[in-house]
């Protein structure tokens, strides 16, 4: 079965704001080294980090005209911050991945969804 790893970043500290730099230097590296544990865990296609939420642009079609608005209409808990692809047996190998995945204990969520 293969599944998709939604990450949302909930209060998860970025690399380049205040929040990550409080971090210790080794608490930023062992978020790294989680990331590419994870990437070179066999049957993980990585995915990649998206901008933050105030750079989507979001398309609706109505009337037959395309719409556009700035942003999702999210909150910023709510909004995913990346996500990556893994075949597994069974849904339980894929919550002990996302389980690992560094912003599920720092204030984020992982959703495990299967694919079709």
Known sequence: MKYMLLIHQGTTP???TE???????????AVYADYQAINETP???????????ETATTVRVQDGRTLTT??????????????LFFEADDLDAAIELASRIPAARM???????PLV
Do not use: C, H
């Open 43 to 53: 049957g993980t296609t990585p995915g990649v980090q998206m901008a933050s939420p």
């Open 14 to 16: 970025l690399p380049g």
């Open 107 to 113: 204030g984020g969520a992982i959703e495990v969804r």
């Open 70 to 83: 700035d942003g999702p209409f999210v909150d910023i808990k709510e909004a995913i911050g990346g996500y």
């Open 19 to 29: 929040e990550w730099e409080n971090l210790s230097e080794d608490e930023q590296k």
